[in-house]
Each structure stands twice: as structure tokens, then as C-alpha cells.
């Protein structure tokens, strides 16, 4: 599998944004590893599989199996989802808020999703856009100017 997260040089503002992004995912797995998160739900996507977890934390209630084996199965779930949040390999992607809790999404190619959003500024795109249509502007009014010119 390929990383999909781009690294940045480390004076960055983007470092500092990827690294926030590194400490949700590590924060995550240390609350599953405590008991405090649990997986809850599956969304199945076109593009594969996305997880939510909530806990007491979120308002939501933690799993508990009827029989040692089903607790035994759920906690392996969860130490597993925190060893791959911990490798990098399943990523927080977003929120889902519903009447009751709060819960987390996450998803990674293990799961099947592998164009996960690289870490940017929220300002790049729109200022990148914005000179790129200021330079096809300018570049259309000059060539229709010279054109003009040219008639003339």
C-alpha cells in the first residue's frame, strides 16, 4: 500500500496542520486502547468502508458483548483499529453528529479508501484558484487587445 499523506518541510504551516491531524489519530487510538472510544457502525461506500467509533465521552455507549468471547472479539476490533490509526494506515476523516452523540469517522486503504485528503492550508486552494483565473483573465484581455491592434 502506498502512504497517501504528503510530509512538508518542518519549518511549514502545513507540517504544523499535518501534525494536529497526527495527534487526532493518536489520540483516538489511545481512547480505544483505554476502553473510552469503540467502533459502532460501518458505512459501506462505492469507494469502500468507513468506521465510526463513539464512547461515554461522545454521549454514545460502549459495546459490550453478552458473552466473554463477543467482549473478547470487540476489544480485538479495537486494538486493532488503534494499531492501524497508530501506523498510519487508517486516518480520521470526519464527524457524524445524530440526536444522541457525536461519532468518528475513519477509513484508510486497509479499508479500501485510498485517496484520503492530503493535509492543506483551508486559504491555498482558494488563492491558488484565484491566481489562476486572474492570470486566464489577464491573459485573455492582452491576447484580445493585441488582437485589436492588430485589426487596426
Do not use: C, H, W
Not at 473510552?36 to 459501506?44: K, N, P, R
Not at 486493532?80 to 486503504?109: M, N
Amino acid at each position: 500500500m502506498t502512504d497517501t499523506v504528503k510530509t512538508f518541510p518542518p519549518n511549514s504551516k502545513l507540517r504544523v496542520v499535518q501534525a494536529l491531524y497526527v495527534g487526532v489519530d493518536l489520540t483516538m487510538a489511545v481512547l480505544l486502547l483505554t476502553g473510552q472510544l469503540t467502533a459502532v457502525g460501518v458505512f459501506i461506500l462505492p469507494e469502500g468502508i468507513e468506521l465510526s467509533v463513539t464512547g461515554p465521552m461522545f454521549g454514545g455507549n460502549r459495546l459490550v458483548g453478552r458473552s466473554m468471547a463477543a467482549t473478547s472479539t470487540i476489544a480485538a476490533i479495537d486494538l486493532a483499529l488503534a494499531l492501524l490509526l497508530i501506523l498510519g494506515q487508517l486516518r480520521f476523516v470526519g464527524t457524524y453528529v445524530s440526536s444522541r452523540s457525536l461519532f468518528l469517522i475513519i477509513t484508510g486503504p486497509p479499508l479500501g479508501i485510498t485517496n484520503l485528503p492530503v493535509v492543506t492550508l483551508p486559504g491555498n486552494r482558494a488563492v491558488q484558484a484565484y491566481r489562476e483565473f486572474r492570470s486566464r483573465v489577464v491573459q485573455t484581455l492582452v491576447s484580445d487587445r493585441l488582437q485589436e491592434i492588430g485589426d487596426a
